[in-house]
């Protein structure tokens, strides 16, 4: 270890050693699409947030902590340290979100070191065993995978690979759960991660927050939001009881952030762009931490910083070591110097930090990006159109200077490019879905991870532009060469039984459909010949659409009262890959079903 860092770590033993240290709890909130102007002490002129503001000033406060401009690869990043294209996650849908099983998380990290373990909320790195929280270290788990939730009054949530049903609005709910994680942990140190869903859409909200924004000259998006971020400020409240209840206070680091800029134009600070922007109001986003008798209250934390840097950052404040084949896989820093004040940040290595644009399945093309120093963002709007802004003098971003100063342009693009290319290593890809993990005996194809082919006129995804999002369906299934198809990797060969999860229109009772597993490609199956089974529609099942409880209506968050299951029978697969196509045979309606899914179960 080098004297400067062996000199730091030891002034931080100090500080523990004078409070008796003992690993400590740590408690990660993450809220949804909540944004930095968002916060009632960055300036915001309508919104109040004081238990945010009283946790900002019990310890320190990031004044430029950054994310990347969407949801998934923030919380990809944030659990593993590492920018989150290497870890297999490039977009938000459709798989492209899924953390590769190889990946190593806090959770993993902590749990190893003998902590208590669960995550509470909205996951969004995989809904597959072992990309699902259960496998990626998390004990327990109560909340969704997908990004997003269609229902926020009573949902049905998932508990450890289960359905289960409670009543209330969801944070609320959100925030039972984890109390009780902490509670029934009291007598081991614990990491409770609770990523809220909101304020991301749908707008729906209590009328006692909603009812606060009245007449304060808001538009609808920003009134539903800051409602919202209300609902959150009290819910991290009760969270923050807990531990004084529990008398865990000083033992318990808590960190608060977002995932994101806001997700409607509204009080930003002065920032230029917002959510899935590259720009500064797209990317930074609150960041506190306390740790009583460890991190001074007030601390200011002024150099810049990002979400990679939390799991070093936490490894060190608890006495857990990473292993040195894991560390030099990081790409982020421990931030206890600029914490514990054992470093000045005049000391602190000047560094880059660099972001990557939406991209999903567009491979290694450059779409947008940037790249921040402590002084200057250089912003890469589309691929090859870069300008250069000076965010000490200009923090709006009104100025564009690449003309004047073409060297710090020419110098923060090649290493953006030298970036990019190095996190490419292995390109993030649409992975298959694991079916056959020991872990479960329930495994789904939902619909939007299916790709659609032959002809995409006679077949399409509800919801906003038809891209498949978090809980589409297929449906307007009308042309007879029009089917989806999923790629699967059977992790333990068996047999599974099969069926639709769909519905039917009575016109359209006697449907049929011919489901095949093809051996796609030298993956070592036994099988040669596609397994072929047969799926006949003989009763109607026609449940209408639930309640949409929207204060700004969207279709994009829709669901229906039930979905019937259609058995196909059962399939014998050995170990390997496949190709699962739905191909419709008969139709005697106007359409064949609407299908949320494939069910395969075994015994």
Not at 45 to 71: H, K, N
Not at 305 to 328: K, M, N, W, Y
Not at 384 to 397: E, H, K, N, R, T
Request: aromatic share 10%; charged share 20%.
């Amino acid at each position: 270890m080098p004297c400067r860092h062996l000199l730091l770590w030891l002034v931080f033993l100090a500080f523990a050693g004078t409070r008796g240290f003992a690993a400590p709890n740590v408690l990660l909130i993450l809220t949804d699409d909540q944004g930095f102007g968002d916060i009632g002490s960055h300036g915001n002129p309508v919104l109040q947030t004081p238990v945010l503001d009283r946790l900002a000033g019990e310890g320190a406060r990031f004044d430029r902590f950054y994310v990347s401009p969407v949801c998934a690869p923030t919380r990809a990043a944030l659990l593993t340290g590492r920018y989150h294209l290497r870890t297999g996650v490039s977009g938000v849908t459709r798989g492209y979100e899924n953390l590769r099983a190889e990946e190593v998380t806090l959770a993993e990290v902590l749990h190893e070191a003998g902590y208590a373990t669960g995550c509470f909320g909205k996951w969004h790195n995989g809904r597959h065993m072992p990309s699902h929280p259960n496998g990626q270290g998390f004990d327990e788990f109560i909340g969704f995978c997908g990004g997003h939730w269609n229902t926020y009054f009573d949902p049905p949530l998932e508990h450890n690979g289960e359905t289960i049903q409670r009543e209330g609005y969801i944070a609320d709910l959100l925030t039972d759960a984890a109390i009780e994680f902490m509670t029934a942990n009291r007598e081991t140190p614990w990491f409770c991660y609770v990523p809220y869903n909101t304020p991301h859409s749908p707008w729906r909200v209590p009328d006692a927050n909603y009812d606060k924004f009245a007449d304060k000259n808001l538009d609808e998006k920003a009134r539903c939001a800051y409602a919202m971020v209300d609902n959150l400020d009290h819910n991290i409240g009760r969270l923050l009881a807990t531990l004084e209840s529990q008398q865990c206070v000083d033992d318990t680091i808590v960190l608060f952030l977002t995932d994101n800029g806001a997700n409607s134009p509204r009080y930003n600070a002065g920032m230029k762009g917002y959510k899935g922007s590259v720009d500064e109001g797209g990317t930074r986003v609150p960041l506190f931490i306390r740790y009583p008798g460890v991190i001074p209250a007030g601390t200011i934390v002024r150099p810049i910083t990002a979400q990679i840097d939390l799991l070093p950052t936490l490894a060190e404040l608890c006495g857990v070591e990473i292993a040195e084949s894991h560390r030099q896989r990081l790409d982020g820093r421990s931030l206890v110097p600029l914490l514990t004040g054992a470093g000045e940040a005049h000391e602190w290595p000047a560094r880059t930090l660099f972001v990557d644009g939406f991209r999903a399945d567009a491979g290694r093309a450059r779409l947008k990006g940037a790249a921040r120093t402590d002084r200057w963002r250089a912003v890469m709007s589309r691929p090859g159109q870069w300008s250069l802004y000076d965010m000490s003098a200009d923090p709006g971003q009104e100025h564009d200077v690449a003309a004047a100063h073409p060297e710090t342009l020419a110098g923060l693009s090649r290493a953006f490019d030298d970036w990019f290319a190095d996190v490419m290593a292995i390109e993030p890809t649409y992975p298959p879905i694991p079916v056959g993990h020991p872990a479960r005996r329930r495994f789904e194809l939902t619909a939007n991870e299916a790709m659609l082919e032959g002809d995409r006129g006679g077949i399409a995804y509800t919801g906003e532009g038809g891209a498949g999002w978090a809980n589409s369906w297929i449906h307007n299934w009308t042309s007879m060469s029009a089917f989806p198809r999923w790629e699967i990797e059977v992790l333990e060969a068996g047999e599974y039984a099969v069926a639709a999860q769909s519905t039917c229109r009575a016109a359209d009772v006697g449907c049929e459909f011919e489901l095949t597993f093809t051996p796609a490609g030298d993956t070592g199956n036994r099988l040669v010949e596609p397994r072929t089974l047969t799926l006949r529609v003989t009763d109607p099942i026609d449940p209408p659409l639930l309640p949409k409880p929207d204060r700004i209506y969207s279709d994009n968050y829709q669901d229906k009262a039930e979905w019937g299951l259609v058995p196909a029978g059962k399939v014998e697969l050995p170990e390997g890959r496949y190709v699962v196509e739905l191909r419709m045979r008969a139709r005697p309606g106007s359409a064949g079903i609407d299908l949320k899914g494939l069910l395969l179960t075994r015994p």
